[in-house]
């Protein structure tokens, strides 16, 4: 069973940035085929997409984020990352890391329980 | 705003079917069939319901089904039940640029 589990700061102040790190367990991010996610709620709010990497280290991001974000990964920990520059209070948000089944059928299947972070001085 | 619409809400009453539409453009769910669909309790993480517009997950219970037509997904719920009331969301692939749009979301009430 995969599971996935996201850590970071809860609170970030306006123009820092924001990392997240999301841990992935009971599988092997090099194992390949599938696409490691992130994902981001705000408060009350729908689901945005914010971008997804493979194990190789090809990211895809949202393009009205992509300027800002980068996304990471180290298999050798099956850890991927996410970071989030220059951000505002626009981006607090609850963040969800989730496993994309991948060319073929782009779809989450396994998500992490998400974690709130709020941007706030 | 989102990507995909989707109505505000939807409600039926315990053993009635429900159908949640989620509309899209020539670009995403009107050329992919990779649309899936999503329930989201309150505080807890989306769970997937629906992927590759009608495949189920081992364990969804078959009272759910999804469907395209041209532009438009949708999934059905029948056989109502309490633990379905919750918020849907829908999703799909949008090609290389884009990659990935949701819906806005529909509150399912169970009356």
């Known amino acids: 069973q995969v599971q996935l589990q996201e850590s970071g700061p809860g609170l970030v102040k306006p123009s820092q940035t924001l990392s997240l790190t999301c841990t992935v367990s009971?599988?092997?991010?090099?194992?390949?085929?599938?696409?490691w996610s992130w994902i981001r709620q705000h408060p009350g709010k729908g689901l945005e997409w914010i971008g997804y990497i493979y194990y190789s280290g090809s990211a895809y991001c949202n393009p009205s984020l992509k300027s800002r974000l980068t996304i990471s990964v180290d298999t050798s920990k099956n850890q991927f990352s996410l970071k989030l520059s220059s951000v505002t209070a626009a981006d607090t948000a609850v963040y969800y890391c989730?496993?994309?089944?991948?060319?073929?059928?782009?779809?989450?299947?396994?998500w992490g329980q998400g974690t709130l972070v709020t941007v706030s001085s | 705003q989102s990507a995909l619409t989707q109505p505000r809400s939807v409600s039926g009453s315990p053993g009635q079917s429900v159908t949640i539409s989620c509309t899209g453009t020539s670009s995403d769910v009107g050329v992919y069939n990779y649309v899936s669909w999503y329930q989201q309790h309150p505080g807890k993480a989306p769970k997937v319901m629906i992927y590759d517009v009608s495949k189920r997950p081992s364990g969804v219970p078959d009272r759910f089904s999804g469907s395209k037509s041209g532009t438009t997904a949708s999934l059905t719920i029948s056989g109502l039940q309490a633990e379905d009331e919750a918020d849907y969301y829908c999703c799909s692939y949008a090609g290389s640029y884009t990659h990935v749009v949701f819906g806005g979301g529909t509150k399912l009430t169970v009356l």
């Open positions: 009971g599988g092997s991010i090099s194992s390949g085929g599938y696409y």
């Open positions: 989730a496993r994309d089944r991948g060319p073929g059928s782009y779809s989450f299947d396994y």
